[in-house]
């Protein structure tokens, strides 16, 4: 009887404690950015695994939904006789909602769970413990570099899904479906407002790319160094980033709206 | 080219993409160079009733946008709507006697402002009030008004 309670006890400190020292690992982190801006190769060498290496996917998604979105967009607008504002809807739908929230989701994917799995491997075959042997804090070499690769990235690849998406669904709305192009262009212009939804846009993508890089370095950080620790943590990093992102989407949507 | 050379290089190429698509978005989608910047001056109008106009509605001279609605807010005294707009500095000489009306762009279009200049010689100045003001109409006044005056003409 006496042992369910300690339980519950336990279980509430073990996740108080879990919680101060992952936001005291964050802060940590984020405090050896001042440092590792002065070494920009090893910033370099994250934004080319995390950010140009996740460029193709991001581009052809982008693409994609971008023509999903016209074809759709076509198809319920030209029952209102609408379809001049199909421009309107594919830009307004990917800058301020599904360019953060889907470069997010992939970017979970395919930099995050990497990302994890790195670290991980790191930690299992003790390259990290070797590093503070060596006197080299794995904090600063590790974590920071690969966090704020990840925190460049995500803006720039959102707003690249955005612009292809865009040309994407001009591409099935005016070449394929005959929207006129002036039309297309010329309300997308009127509507979309630089202050309002494209910062809006940029804001949300900041704030996914801080989250996803976050989770996936921590859940490598703190993985139990074995092979099935490392494949547990990746899966949490894939599972833990979606529902970050699409949860925080709705409470940025709220505030900024 | 050595293989940290083409790290370099692509991370360039990346961060100048991204910044690229930065740019088309706030040129080419949305309307970041019209009426952010450059001179202009403010003008109020009162409104019986302003339905349907926003801030930032469009502020037109026949037809073409020469400004944008600043702020709208009610008088507290006359329960009037003050409507303070925007005018683009290369259109000021319009004469002070012009008319300004709340139209609707198509049936079911957005509202703004039409400005129907006049024909005084003087010129609208920062801080302005246009006197000559015609309403946005609401079409259930308009539908009822209607109704009304068909069951009148049946009682005759």
């Not at chain 1, 720039?156 to 262009?185: E, K, P, Q, R």
């Not at chain 2, 990346?14 to 160079?33: D, E, R």
């Amino acid at each position: 009887m006496f042992d369910w309670f300690a339980q519950i006890g336990k279980s509430a400190i073990d996740f108080w404690a879990r919680l101060g020292g992952e936001v005291l690992l964050f802060l940590q982190t984020v405090m050896a950015f001042s440092k590792i801006i002065f070494r920009p190769g090893l910033i370099i060498q994250q934004l080319f695994s995390i950010g140009v290496r996740s460029m193709l996917i991001i581009i052809v998604s982008g693409f994609f939904v971008g023509m999903v979105l016209g074809l759709q967009g076509y198809n319920t607008l030209i029952d209102f006789g609408a379809e001049e504002s199909l421009g309107v809807m594919v830009a307004l739908s990917l800058v301020r909602e599904l360019g953060p929230v889907v470069t997010a989701l992939l970017f979970a994917g395919r930099a995050g769970s990497a990302l994890t799995a790195e670290i991980g491997l790191m930690k299992a075959t003790e390259q990290l413990s070797g590093l503070e042997m060596m006197a080299v804090n794995p904090v600063e070499r590790i974590l920071a570099p690969r966090l704020f690769a990840g925190i460049i990235s995500m803006p720039l690849l959102a707003a690249m899904f955005s612009a292809v998406g865009v040309f994407g669904g001009y591409l099935v709305g005016v070449d394929l479906l005959g929207v006129d192009t002036g039309a297309y262009w010329s309300q997308m212009q009127a509507r979309v407002d630089f202050d309002q939804d494209i910062v809006q846009g940029v804001i949300k993508s900041v704030v996914f790319g801080v989250v996803t890089t976050w989770i996936a370095v921590y859940e490598g950080y703190t993985c139990l160094p074995t092979s099935e620790g490392v494949s547990r943590s990746t899966t949490r990093t894939v599972v833990y980033s979606a529902l970050a992102v699409l949860g925080l989407d709705f409470l940025l949507t709220a505030l900024m709206l | 080219m050595s293989n940290s050379r083409i790290l370099e290089v692509s991370v360039g190429i990346f961060v100048a993409l991204g910044i690229a698509a930065l740019l088309v978005l706030a040129v080419n989608v949305s309307n970041v160079s019209s009426f952010s910047a450059g001179e202009h001056y403010s003008i109020t109008a009162n409104f019986d009733n302003v339905s349907g106009l926003k801030e930032r509605s469009a502020v037109s001279i026949a037809g073409v946008t020469v400004g944008r609605v600043t702020s709208i807010v009610v008088d507290p005294d006359s329960y009037e709507a003050v409507v303070k707009m925007t005018i683009d500095a290369r259109f000021s000489d319009v004469p002070v006697d012009s008319s300004v009306g709340i139209y609707t762009a198509g049936l079911l279009g957005e509202k703004y402002i039409g400005i129907e200049p006049g024909g005084a010689p003087d010129v609208l100045e920062e801080g302005s009030v246009i006197r000559l003001t015609q309403s946005s109409i609401v079409l259930e006044k308009l539908i009822s008004q209607f109704l009304f005056s068909q069951s009148d003409k049946k009682d005759e």
